[in-house]
C-alpha cells in the first residue's frame, strides 16, 4: 500500500499540528486567513499551552508549525519555544519579522530543532505592501538580513502566491538565495479576510499553468508542502509534495483559544473538532472526535471522480471548496479543467469564517513598532490593547 494511502485513514498523531498561539497582530493583511488583528483575551495561557505542548510529546508528535498572528508578540513567546524544544518538540514559527532582533537572530540561530518562517508576499515592496501593509516589505528584509548575519542557513522565506507576485518566483528565489533561506510558495485560500479579496487576488487560468511550469522546473529546491495538488491535472509530470488534503488524517489546527479545527485554512464551526480544554485534552480530540473521524473514511469524490484528471488532483482543497460556496465532493474553484469555474456561476452565497479579530478598520495598515497605546489613552476593551505593549 502506497504511503498516502496510509495517511487517508489518518494517523496516531498528526504529521503537520499548525497552532496559532494568538490573533494579536501588528500588521492586516489584506488576505489573513484566520482574520487576526486583535488579541482575544481568552487565549491559552502559559500554563496550558505548556500542557498542550506536554501531550504533543506524549503523542510523539515530531514538530508544530507556530503561528497567529503575530506570535512572537505574546510575551511568553519565546519561554514556550524554549519549552517545547526541551520537551522533544521541534518548532517552526512563521512570523512577519517585526520581533527578529539581531539579538534574538543570534540566538535563534544557536537553537536546535527550531526554524523560522518569514512572511513576504512580494518581491518589490510595492507588491508586498499592498497586501501586507506599508513597511512590512522592509520590516522582513530587516529579520532576513539579522538572521543571514547571525548564521541562520536554511529558514524559509514564504510566499502566498497571488495574481500580483505569480511573475515574480525568479525574483522571490533569488531573495532566497541571497540570503541563504529556502522559498517556500503556498496557496491563497477564501478563508477570513482571504474571502474579501479572493475573485482580485486569485492567480488567473493562465498564471496557474505558468506557476505549474514553474514548478515542473524549479520544485526540488522549493517547499510547497500540499499547496498545489490540484495543479497535478495540468500536465504528466506530478509535483513534489501531499497528492491529498490531509485535513483531519494528518493535519489539524489550534487556534489561540484552543478550538480544535481539521484544517488550518477552514476556521469554521462547520470543522470544529473540540477544544483541548475538554475532558482528553488534544489527544482525545484527534483520536476520538466525530469530524476527524468521519474526515477518515471512505470519500466519495462526487461527480469529480468521473474526471480523468481525478486521480491527479483528488478533487482539490477541501477549505477553497467550502469558502467559495461549492460542496466538498464538487471541484476546486480553480480547477485546471475548468469545472470550478462553471460551478460557482451556480453559487448563491458562501460561507464565511465565524472568527473574526480584525482591527477595526479592515485594510493594510503601517506597521506599528510601537510600545502601546499613546500616553494618557487606555484601550476600551482587553483585546483592543496593542499586541507589543510592554515589550522593550
Known amino acids: 500500500m502506497k504511503l498516502v494511502e496510509h495517511f487517508k485513514h489518518g494517523l496516531n498523531s498528526p504529521i503537520c499540528l499548525t497552532w496559532e498561539l494568538t490573533y494579536a497582530c501588528n500588521l492586516s493583511c489584506v488576505h489573513c486567513l484566520s482574520s487576526s488583528g486583535r488579541r482575544d483575551p481568552r487565549e491559552l495561557s502559559t500554563a496550558e499551552c505548556k500542557a498542550v505542548i506536554d501531550e504533543l510529546e506524549r503523542m510523539q508528535v515530531f514538530y508544530v508549525n507556530i503561528g497567529g498572528g503575530e506570535p512572537t508578540v505574546r510575551p511568553d513567546f519565546w519561554e514556550l519555544v524554549e519549552y517545547a524544544v526541551s520537551h522533544h518538540v521541534g518548532v517552526k514559527f512563521s512570523t512577519n519579522g517585526v520581533k527578529i532582533t539581531p539579538e534574538r537572530a543570534r540566538r535563534l540561530a544557536s537553537t536546535d530543532y527550531v526554524d523560522v518562517q518569514i512572511s513576504l508576499d512580494g518581491a518589490t515592496a510595492d507588491v508586498n505592501d499592498a497586501v501586507r501593509g506599508p513597511g512590512s516589505y ?20 514564504s510566499v502566498v502566491m497571488t495574481r500580483q507576485n505569480i511573475g515574480q ?11 541563504g533561506a529556502q522559498l517556500r510558495i503556498t496557496r491563497l485560500r477564501p478563508s477570513g479576510r482571504g474571502a474579501d479579496v479572493w475573485d482580485e487576488l486569485h492567480p488567473t487560468a493562465e498564471q496557474q499553468l505558468e506557476l505549474y511550469d514553474w514548478l515542473v522546473a524549479h520544485g526540488e529546491k522549493v517547499l510547497t508542502g500540499d499547496s498545489f495538488f490540484h495543479l497535478n491535472a495540468l ?3 506530478p509535483l513534489p509534495g501531499l497528492n491529498l488534503c490531509g485535513a483531519g488524517r494528518v493535519v489539524c489546527l489550534i487556534d489561540p483559544v484552543g478550538d480544535v479545527y481539521a484544517c488550518p485554512f477552514a476556521i469554521h464551526q462547520e470543522f470544529l473538532a473540540g477544544n483541548v480544554r475538554d475532558e482528553g485534552g488534544f489527544a482525545r480530540v484527534w483520536s476520538s472526535s466525530e469530524l ?7 470519500q466519495t469524490g462526487g461527480a469529480c471522480t468521473s474526471c480523468s484528471a481525478y486521480d491527479s488532483c483528488q478533487g482539490g482543497c477541501m477549505a477553497a471548496k467550502f469558502f467559495t460556496g461549492l460542496p466538498l465532493d464538487g471541484p476546486d474553484p ?18 464565511r469564517s465565524d472568527v473574526d479579530h480584525s482591527h477595526r478598520k479592515r485594510r493594510a495598515v503601517p506597521v506599528d513598532i510601537s510600545f502601546g497605546p499613546p500616553a494618557g489613552t487606555r484601550p476600551d476593551r482587553a483585546c483592543d490593547t496593542s499586541p507589543l505593549a510592554g515589550l522593550r
Not at 518566483?169 to 540570503?179: P, S
Not at 476527524?292 to 471512505?298: I, S, V
Not at 480553480?334 to 460561507?351: D, F
Open 138 to 157: 522592509d520590516t522582513a528584509m530587516r529579520a532576513m538580513r539579522n538572521l543571514a548575519d547571525a548564521g541562520f542557513r536554511g529558514f524559509k522565506l
Open 334 to 351: 480553480e480547477c485546471v479543467q475548468g469545472h470550478g469555474e462553471r460551478a460557482l456561476q451556480a453559487v448563491v452565497s458562501a460561507p
Open 169 to 179: 518566483l525568479d525574483q522571490f528565489a533569488e531573495i532566497a538565495d541571497t540570503y
Open 292 to 298: 476527524f473521524t468521519r474526515l477518515r473514511g471512505p
Open 235 to 237: 500536465g504528466s509530470d
